[in-house]
């Protein structure tokens, strides 16, 4: 990774995250980059080693109203971490995957799976 020094203290921890496809090889960490609720949803997917399923052809069904927003390849993660409940809908019913997180997001999403067996 170009943007984070050789001898970080936390280097194995990213390249750790890299290998377990919890986030992406990308040649740039870019650690001030803010992140979508979708990019949320396939982190911890992934971070539970289920990348596998929310790559599967069978789609996941996402009863959200705004369904139609999510990326396409992606929908299975969004069911995925939906069903798990680490992304929940807003009043309204959206999931809105292409807003950015929120600290709510983040602490909600990472609480939940600090408590959530990790598959490998």
Same mark, same amino acid.
């Given at each position: 990774?170009? $943007?984070?020094?050789?001898?970080?203290?936390?280097?194995? +921890?990213? #390249?750790?995250?890299?290998?377990? #496809? /919890?986030?992406? &090889?990308? !040649?740039?960490?870019?650690?001030?980059?803010?992140?979508?609720?979708?990019?949320? =949803? /396939? %982190?911890?997917?992934?971070?539970?080693?289920? $990348?596998?399923? !929310?790559?599967?052809? &069978?789609?996941? =069904?996402?009863?959200?109203?705004?369904?139609? #927003?999510?990326? +396409? !390849? #992606?929908?299975?993660?969004?069911?995925? =971490?939906?069903?798990? !409940?680490?992304?929940?809908?807003?009043?309204?019913? &959206?999931?809105?995957?292409?807003?950015?997180?929120? %600290? &709510?997001? +983040? =602490?909600?999403?990472?609480?939940? +799976?600090?408590?959530?067996?990790?598959?490998?």
């Amino acid at each position: 990774m170009e $943007d984070v020094e050789a001898n970080t203290q936390d280097i194995r +921890l990213y #390249k750790q995250a890299i290998a377990s #496809k /919890i986030i992406p &090889n990308q !040649g740039k960490f870019n650690p001030l980059a803010t992140i979508s609720r979708e990019e949320l =949803a /396939i %982190w911890s997917i992934n971070t539970l080693g289920l $990348d596998e399923v !929310g790559q599967m052809k &069978n789609l996941i =069904a996402v009863p959200v109203n705004d369904a139609d #927003k999510i990326s +396409l !390849g #992606k929908q299975n993660y969004i069911g995925l =971490a939906y069903g798990l !409940g680490l992304i929940k809908p807003d009043e309204n019913g &959206n999931i809105n995957p292409q807003q950015a997180v929120t %600290w &709510n997001d +983040l =602490a909600t999403c990472v609480t939940r +799976l600090a408590v959530m067996p990790v598959s490998n």
